[in-house]
C-alpha cells in the first residue's frame, strides 16, 4: 500500500437527525488528523444532511444498486449517491449478503456501477465461523474476492477492501493478528493478481470489533491500511481515538 490509511464507520441502520452533531465532531477530528483519510458510511437517509452539515468529511452510502436506475423499490443507485455529495460506498457487507442474500456477481455488479459514477467502493469480504473453525479461511474469503472484484477500466484506483470475519462483526471477538496479517497478504497476491502493480495500491481494511483499545495493534499489522468500523464509530468518543491509532500506524 501506499498512501494514507483509510478509516471509515459504517453506521448500519443507525442514526437520526438526532445525531448529525456526533457526524459534526467527528468531522472536526477528522480535519486534525489530515494524515488519516476518514470517513462515515450513512443511512441513506442522513446522506444530504450529513454532507452538508460536515462539508470536510468523505460521506458515503452502505450500498449501492448494479443497475443506473429502473424498477428496483427500495434501492438505491450510485448516480444518486453521487447526487447526494457521496464520495464512497459500501458493497457486499456480510450483512446484506446474507440477509438480501447478494451473490459476488451482485457485488462485482454493485462496485462496477460505483466505480463507474466515480464512488470510491469498499468491498467487503469475510468467512465464517465455521469456515475458520475447518481450516477454510483464507480459500474461502480469497475466493469471494476473486469473484466480487470490479473489472472495469481503472477499477483499482477507487477500490478499497474491507477484510470483515463474520464472527468478529458486533461479538467483541477479534482474529490473532497472525491470522489478520495472514489473510491480508493472501488478499494482496489476489489484488495484484487482478490489478498488476496497481493492486499494489488498493487499501486492505480490517473490519470487526475495532475499537479504541485494540485499534493500535491492529493498525500495526502489516498490510492493515485502514479500518471499517461498525458500532464504535456511532459517537466522536470512541471512532476519533480509532482514527488517532491510524495517525499514529500512519505511513
Ligand atoms: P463492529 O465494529 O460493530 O464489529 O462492525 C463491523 C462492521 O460490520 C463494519 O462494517
Not at 488478499?187 to 481494511?205: D, F, H, K, M
Request: charged share 15%; proline share 4%; glycine share 12%.
Amino acid at each position: 500500500m501506499s498512501g494514507k490509511k483509510l478509516v471509515a464507520g459504517n453506521w448500519k441502520m443507525n442514526g437520526t437527525g438526532a445525531d448529525l452533531p456526533e457526524v459534526e465532531a467527528i468531522a472536526r477530528a477528522a480535519a486534525a488528523h489530515s494524515s488519516v483519510e476518514s470517513a462515515l458510511c450513512l443511512p441513506a437517509t442522513l446522506l444530504d444532511r450529513a454532507v452538508r452539515a460536515a462539508p470536510g468529511l468523505a460521506i458515503g452510502g452502505q450500498d449501492v444498486h448494479g443497475a443506473p436506475s429502473g424498477a428496483h423499490t427500495g434501492c438505491i443507485s450510485a448516480a444518486m449517491l453521487v447526487d447526494c455529495g457521496a464520495r464512497l460506498t459500501l458493497a457486499g457487507h456480510s450483512e446484506r449478503r446474507e440477509a438480501q442474500h447478494e451473490s459476488d456477481a451482485d457485488v462485482r455488479a454493485k462496485a462496477e456501477a460505483a466505480i463507474a459514477a466515480g464512488l470510491v467502493v469498499i468491498v467487503c469480504v469475510g468467512e465464517s465461523a465455521s469456515a475458520r473453525d475447518a481450516g477454510h479461511a483464507v480459500a474461502t474469503v480469497t475466493a469471494q474476492l476473486d469473484a466480487s472484484l470490479p473489472r472495469s477500466d481503472g477499477a483499482a484506483g477507487l477500490l478499497a477492501v474491507a477484510y470483515e470475519p463474520i464472527w468478529a462483526i458486533g461479538t467483541g471477538k477479534v482474529p490473532s493478528v497472525g491470522d489478520i496479517g495472514a489473510m491480508h497478504a493472501a488478499l494482496r497476491q489476489r489484488l495484484v493478481a487482478a490489478y498488476g502493480e496497481a493492486g499494489e495500491t488498493v487499501r486492505i481494511l480490517y473490519g470487526g470489533s475495532v475499537k479504541p483499545s485494540n485499534a493500535v495493534e491492529i493498525f500495526a499489522v502489516a498490510e492493515v491500511d485502514g479500518a471499517l468500523v461498525g458500532g464504535a464509530s456511532l459517537t466522536a468518543a470512541d471512532f476519533v481515538p480509532i482514527i488517532a491509532a491510524a495517525v499514529s500506524g500512519a505511513g
